[in-house]
Every structure is written in structure tokens, then in C-alpha cells.
């Protein structure tokens, strides 16, 4: 069934998704909870839960708190200094990364027309436009910031791979293809370095944990990077073969030689300036020594961060300067659970379990930790290197502080410049406007993902470098679905007056009144409605008093409709049904467009379906092998009927696989004839729009 969890599974589109959650997701953040259900011990003034038993679950405190580490400008040397200068920020700011934008160099007049195989890869390489770039430039600079041996390694390894596409090029041998899947770039879903694909790390070494020395520049010439690159050919053209789809040289244009060669050198000079990572001289490093060993030497302190790399660094390192029971987390860990255990056995019931000689004091992990798992045998919580979305900061310090804390504070460590975050926050600042001009100047859809440096950003940062209380707790309501919010403002109504539940239930539909509101810019005058759409979804509006939109907010209305049960009603103006019948409209029409109107969203199978067939039929018809019958009749159908779900998902597979016109419409018509297209049955008229209830919000002249 389309509305079941089964199909939601199936589904990759949006709208499907969006239309299922909003049945079935419900999410309630701290602070909703402590509102709403929590009581105060009156003596502490702490916030509590009662469990059945009697038992009280406290809510511990979440205080931010910096650690700050120097960069220091002046001083000759300095690690961070040399990589946060503005000659390597403006080098990764112009690479061309040609490898992750392979359809920009496709050539347009080939001696040789590409095979169906090759002609499919080039397809995928368009449809990936620039995305893929920006997703690399980003992560170059997520490194940057996470630590110099994290950054330096992924600099050397970009070089590389550059040099083995140089080195197919000038040799006329088939160009190996990495990943066009944005997920694997993504440092929230892979904590991986995409471009670590080596033979140091290949398949046939695992189980080897890469150390430093494997891959620690040496300021390597090119001839030397040309040399490697030809032994990593071998090996990628060899045992690794089938880890790549492959391409031959000539199917792209001279830029792609030009641009690769362009990149290559240019990191080069920022290898050269930046030189051997010296460990002993990392500010950061030894400012989570102290932590660990001074600070808190003898608790259990949880350490994030969100590249392996950094992992691993982190970990050779702690444990060569004495730091015991310790270990290292990510993505490519054979356990990460059983390490969880091992760090905090008695939240996961593992004490019997757990020997104390394996028991862990410190876990350096990457994110694959900050969601799903109970940590919270640990009250200290660092974040080594800061997520380009705050939220990952809170759900991180949401890993200890679980039912079952026994502490009354938790401690999030942040690391921020000791010289402050306006360094971070402007570097951030010019990798977005970097994006920006690109998608101006090129018309790609270059992307900056994860938040938007906005206001709202910057001054969390600051209130992270200040320590301000609050910070991580996340907004009150923002997060909340809101069938939960609408529900909870029922639930204490009737709870502080039980008599409201009869009189509310007992009201008809289309019920108005008119209550005094203070109106200012952000809250105008205007009308609230409550409606039943003809779909069958409950839809809030707010116009203004010329029939204008006031917000899309389903929780600013709710908002903006509250008042205790004892406030006065007010004569209602006479032009407030018009404003109600405005916002009927408003409603309508937005539905209209979210669900794409008779042929469903933009993105699914149907639309998609019949607007490319329309096109064939309007660009054939008038050829020598004009359309079929069967075909037009294949279209009529699809446009009164919604598929079938084996139709969708047939035509869903090969909508993605690159289907022809001429085999789709095929398709089509083999579909419609064995009476497994569409749902072919005289649909029930669609249900009015119901009114269920308005208030005008007006200025009662006093």
C-alpha cells in the first residue's frame, strides 16, 4: 500500500518521504519535555522525570566550555598558522577539482562514437553537474579545521590521484573513476577520506592501521608523484580493477589534462610551505593532553571528531604519550558497539560482561557514535573539531546525557582559536561566497551543504566561545512535529480545567470569533483558520487584513492563536469571512503546488512518465513513424489513473537507468497491455474543503 512503512522504504523521493513522516514521525526535544512533563524538586530547583517504579531521572545541566589552543601569526613555524594562512585558504578556494566535475570536460566531437556503456557513464557524469565539487572543496576545509595531519594527508592524496588521471592521460590508457556519490563526501554519512583509496589502504591490508609514517609528506617532487602514481595505476588497473568503472582518456577534451596538472601543482606549493606535521609542535594535541591527563585524569571523557583520519592521529598519539584505556572509533571499526560497551558498561547493562582490565577511560570517535548509542557511564563530552551544523554538537552531547545519568552536569569541551572564532567564522564565510560565485559565474549547482553560515550560526559559535549556559540544549520548539505541539497545548488545557473537553468537543464545524490582538510588523492583524483540505489534511493559515500570507508556519499560527480560557471575544469586522475565504485559497494553493496536482509531485513516476512521453508524442507525430494508438491511449490513462505499484517501481528503475524515449514509450504500452499499468477504476469525487474553525486577531481600538 502506498501510504504503508513498506513503501516509504521503497521510495526514493521526497515527497513520498515528507508525505509518510508527517504520519508517522513524532520528535520531542529536551526542552519540550522538561516543559510539558517534567516536575521541579523544589530543593534543588533541577528538573525531573518519575519512572513507575517511583524513581526520579534527573535532567543534568549542559555546560559549554572552551578549550582554546593558539595559532600564533608571528611566530615562524607555527603548524596552524602556515595552514590557516590566506595563500592556502585562496589555493582551495580556485582548485578546478576536475575529478568530482568529470561531465564539465566531456569532449564535444569524438573520432569515435562511445560504446552504450560509455555513453551511460557520461550520462551519470552530466546529471552529477558540479555538485560533487562543492561537497569536495567543502570537506578540504572540514579537514582544514579538524586537524593539520587529517588536512595534510588528504592534500597528498588528492595530488596523487591527480597524477594517476595524468598518468592515464599521456599514456592513452582508460581513466579509473572514483565515486560520483555525493553520500561518500559527505562527512555526516562517511568518515572516510574518498580520495584514501591506496594501495596503503587496500583491501588486501586490512586490519592494518595506516600510521602516520605511510603516508607523512616528504615534500615529494612531481617526477616522485609521477613514479607513485604509475605503481598506483598498476594496482588499480590490477587487483583493484573492479572498484572502479573505467573510461578511455579520449572521450574528454584537453581541459581535463590542463586543469588535473593545474590542482595538482598548486597543492603541491601548500605541501612544500606546510611541510612534515611535527606532532610535538601541535598547540591543539597538547591542549587535549592536559585535558585528559590534568583536567581530568581520572574520569571518563569522550572525544569526537569527524574524520577517521583524525581518529587514528589522535589515537597513535595519546597512546605514545601514556594516555591508558583508550581507544579509537570509526566508521571502518569491526565493533564500534562493543567498544560503546567497553566505555560505559553499565549504561548498556554490560558490567558482568566487561572486565575491568578492558574497561575504557577515554573514546576518540567519530560521529558514528552521536547517534543510537547509551554512553552515559561518561559526563565529559569534547568536540575536538567543530561540525559545520550545530545540531551535530548537541546530538553529540545527547550521547551521555541519557536516562541514567547519575551526573548533575555534564561538560561539552569545544576547541575554538584561543585569539577567538572570528578566524573560523570568516573562513567559513569564503568557502560559501567561493560557492556562491560559482554557481553565479558557471550556472552550476556547485553546493555548500550542511547550515548556511547565517546570523543565527555565528552567534551560536560566539555563544560557544563564551561558554554562555543554554547553547546546547537546542531550541524549545523548533524541532518538535507538530502534531505533538497541537496536542500538548489540548492536553494542558484540559488538564488545568477538565470542564473544556465537553465544550470543545461539542462545537460545530465552521465556528468563528473575534479576539483583541496587538498587532506589529511580524504579527499583524489578519484572520487564523483551521481547515480540512479536500485530501483530507488538517492546514493552518494566517493572512494579514489584505489577504496576504503572514507565514507558512504551522507553530507560529499556533502561536499566534493562544489566549487563556477567560479572554473576551470582540465585535467581529465585517470584512473578517472575506479573509477567511483569502485564506481558503492560500491553503488550496499550496496544496496544489506541494502535491503537483493531477499527475502527483514533480518527482515521481507518473509526472515524470507522461511528460516525457507528451514530449515524444508532440516531437513524432507529425514524422514518418508517427505514434501508435496504443500509445496515446497509454497516455489518457496514466493522466486519469495513478500507477500501479509494480508500474512504479519498473518505471522509477528505468526512469534512473537512463530509458530511451522510444523503449519507454514501449515500456508503456507492453505495461498498459498485460493490465498492469495503472489503477483503472472511477475514482470517488473529491471531498470539499471543510472549515473547521477561525479567529480574527484585530485591534479593539483600546
Excluded at 577534451?253 to 590542463?258: G, H, W
Excluded at 569522550?302 to 583520519?309: C, I, N, P, R, Y
Excluded at 471575544?569 to 473578517?576: C, G, L, V
Aim: proline share 4%.
Amino acid at each position: 500500500p502506498v501510504r504503508s512503512l513498506a513503501a516509504f522504504e521503497q521510495s526514493e523521493y521526497a515527497d513520498d518521504w515528507r508525505d509518510l513522516m508527517r504520519l508517522f514521525l513524532v520528535r520531542r526535544t529536551r526542552s519540550f519535555i522538561q516543559e510539558n512533563y517534567a516536575q521541579t524538586d523544589p530543593a534543588t530547583k533541577r528538573k525531573f522525570l518519575v519512572f513507575n517504579d517511583g524513581r526520579r531521572s534527573y535532567f543534568p545541566a549542559r555546560l559549554p566550555r572552551t578549550v582554546k589552543f593558539l595559532i600564533d601569526d608571528e611566530r615562524t613555524g607555527d603548524p596552524y598558522a602556515l595552514l590557516y594562512a590566506d595563500d592556502v585558504v585562496e589555493t582551495i578556494n580556485s582548485l578546478n577539482l576536475p575529478r568530482y566535475g568529470l561531465g564539465n570536460y566531456i569532449a564535444k566531437t569524438l573520432r569515435e562514437r562511445p560504446t552504450p556503456a560509455e555513453a551511460k557513464q557520461l550520462d551519470n557524469l552530466s546529471h552529477a553537474g558540479k555538485r560533487l565539487m562543492g561537497f569536495c572543496r567543502t570537506n578540504l576545509f572540514k579537514r582544514l579545521e579538524s586537524g593539520g595531519p587529517a588536512f595534510i594527508q588528504s592534500i597528498e592524496r588528492h595530488i596523487l590521484r591527480n597524477y594517476v588521471f595524468l598518468h592515464a592521460i599521456e599514456e592513452g590508457l582508460d581513466l579509473p573513476l572514483g565515486t560520483q556519490d555525493a553520500d561518500l563526501l559527505d562527512a555526516r554519512t562517511n568518515d572516510e577520506d574518498e580520495d584514501a583509496l591506496l594501495p596503503e589502504t587496500a583491501e588486501e591490508n586490512e586490519g592494518a592501521t595506516p600510521m602516520l609514517d605511510e603516508i607523512r609528506v616528504a615534500l615529494r617532487s612531481e617526477d616522485e608523484f609521477r613514479k607513485r602514481a604509475s605503481q598506483v595505476y598498476g594496482q588499480y588497473a590490477g587487483p583493484m580493477r573492479r572498484r572502479f568503472k573505467w573510461l578511455r582518456p579520449t572521450l574528454f577534451n584537453a581541459n581535463l589534462k590542463r586543469d588535473l596538472l593545474a590542482d595538482a601543482r598548486g597543492l603541491s606549493t601548500v605541501l612544500v610551505k606546510c611541510g612534515t606535521w611535527d606532532a610535538g609542535k601541535d598547540a591543539k594535541l597538547a591542549a587535549l593532553l592536559d585535558l585528559l591527563t590534568r583536567q581530568h585524569g581520572g574520569e571518563k571523557v569522550l572525544v569526537f571528531t569527524q574524520f577517521a583520519d583524525t581518529v587514528r592521529y589522535l589515537s597513535e598519539q595519546l597512546q605514545a604519550r601514556g594516555v591508558q584505556a583508550m581507544q579509537g572509533v570509526t566508521g571502518d571499526s569491526a565493533d564500534p558497539t562493543e567498544l560503546a560497551w567497553r566505555f560505559s558498561p553499565v549504561s548498556n547493562n554490560k558490567r558482568e560482561r566487561i572486565r575491568p582490565d578492558d574497561e575504557l577511560r577515554v573514546l576518540v570517535a567519530t560521529d558514528v557514535l552521536s547517534e543510537g548509542q547509551n554512553l552515559q557511564d561518561a559526563a565529559i563530552v569534547v568536540n575536538y573539531d567543530l561540525p559545520w551544523a550545530i545540531i551535530r554538537l548537541i546530538q553529540r552531547a545527547g550521547r551521555v546525557d541519557r536516562i541514567g545519568q547519575q551526573a548533575d552536569t555534564i561538560y561539552c569541551y569545544s576547541f575554538l582559536p584561543a585569539e577567538g572564532v572570528e578566524r573560523l567564522i570568516r573562513l567559513r564565510e569564503r568557502v560559501r561566497q567561493r560557492l556562491q560565485q560559482n554557481a553565479e559565474v558557471v550556472g552550476t549547482d556547485e553546493a555548500f551543504f550542511e547550515d548556511e553560515l547565517t546570523e543565527t550560526a555565528k552567534i551560536a559559535f560566539e555563544d560557544l566561545y563564551n561558554e554562555k549556559a543554554g547553547v546546547l540544549d537546542g531550541e524549545a520548539d523548533s524541532e518538535v512535529d507538530l502534531a505533538s505541539q497541537a496536542y500538548q497545548i489540548w492536553k494542558n488545557a484540559i488538564d488545568a480545567n477538565p470542564r473544556l473537553r465537553g465544550i470543545i468537543e461539542k462545537l460545530p464545524d465552521v465556528i468563528f470569533s473575534t479576539r483583541a490582538h496587538r498587532g506589529s510588523v511580524a504579527a499583524p492583524e489578519g484572520v487564523l483558520l483551521y481547515m480540512r483540505t479536500s485530501e483530507g489534511n488538517d492546514a493552518l493559515a494566517w493572512v494579514n487584513r489584505r489577504g496576504e500570507n503572514v507565514t507558512q508556519s504551522q507553530l507560529a499560527i499556533l502561536r499566534a492563536a493562544a489566549c487563556s480560557s477567560d479572554t473576551a471575544a470582540i465585535a467581529r469586522p465585517p470584512e473578517q469571512h472575506d479573509l477567511v475565504k483569502k485564506g481558503v485559497e492560500h491553503i488550496i494553493e499550496e496544496e496544489t503546488r506541494n502535491t503537483g496536482g493531477q499527475l502527483g509531485a514533480p518527482s515521481g513516476a507518473r509526472r515524470r512518465t507522461y511528460e516525457r512521453l507528451k514530449q515524444f508524442v508532440d516531437k513524432t507525430k507529425d514524422t514518418l513513424l508517427p505514434p501508435s494508438p496504443e500509445l496515446y491511449n497509454a497516455l489518457e490513462e496514466i493522466y486519469k489513473y495513478p500507477l500501479q505499484e509494480t508500474a512504479k517501481d519498473t518505471l522509477n528503475r528505468q526512469l534512473r537507468s537512463g530509458i530511451t524515449d522510444d523503449q519507454l514509450a514501449e515500456l508503456v504500452i507492453n505495461l498498459r497491455a498485460d493490465n498492469r499499468l495503472c489503477q483503472v477504476q472511477e475514482l470517488a469525487e473529491p471531498q470539499e474543503p471543510q472549515i473547521i474553525c477561525s479567529l480574527g486577531l484585530f485591534d479593539d481600538g483600546t
